[in-house]
């Protein structure tokens, strides 16, 4: 496979592989946690362009084809918390999936850099993802009345959410902070949004291919995530 060479191409490769490390950090960080076992050798945590994650050894050839992450990241699981390791691992990984976008950028121009930097700036960093410092998921009201499903954002405060189906909230900067649950993505007031009512993560519908119209016929939506879980019980 070709490696990436525009801004264009380059970005998607970063974005691919950072919307597996999302994952692997948030909805999946129970099975990362388990495989990075400190009794084996020194694992590394990759994010691939198929927008698959694995943990496993590190290349073997010297050098590497592409700049390898964090060697070891297993050793440190035990010695602290898991929120702390898992922030750890964040950090590392934000770092590797900046040299990977550069090192395929080496050939790019100094204002095509910057249009690349300015891409991959727009999103939230994996570290702010982990520890919240910008929310995960939608913060749920005391209203029990079953979450807004096929809203494009979460409804306002004191707005019925079964009431919200397909509403369009006018206020981008209150919602602004939420993220998909897939890619990371921020919100976007032009972008349809779907709610998990499992795990109440909100989710791009392009993220996880429900339109508007198919919304509408959802009773009760399950995110992908949500959804595998039920099916290996």
Known sequence: MASPRTVEEIFKDYNARRSALVRALTTEADEVYLQCDPEKENL???????ESWEVTLPAEEVPPELPEPALGINFARDGMTRK??????????????LSVGFYFGARLNRNERKRLFS??????????????RKPVEDKPSADSGGKSRNSTKRPTDGQARSNAKLSYVEDEDEHGDTLCGSCGGNYNADEFWIGC??????????????????????????????STKKSRH
């Open 44 to 50: 590394c945590l990759y994010g691939h362009p198929n």
């Open 84 to 97: 702390d390791w898992l922030s750890l691992v964040a950090v590392h990984s934000d770092s590797w999936l």
């Open 119 to 132: 891409m991959v700036n727009d999103l939230p960093t994996l570290f702010e993802i982990v520890t919240g």
């Open 197 to 226: 009512d499992i795990c109440e993560r909100w989710y791009h519908g392009k993220c996880v291919k429900i339109t508007p119209a198919k919304a509408e016929s959802i009773k009760q939506y399950k995110c992908p995530s949500c």
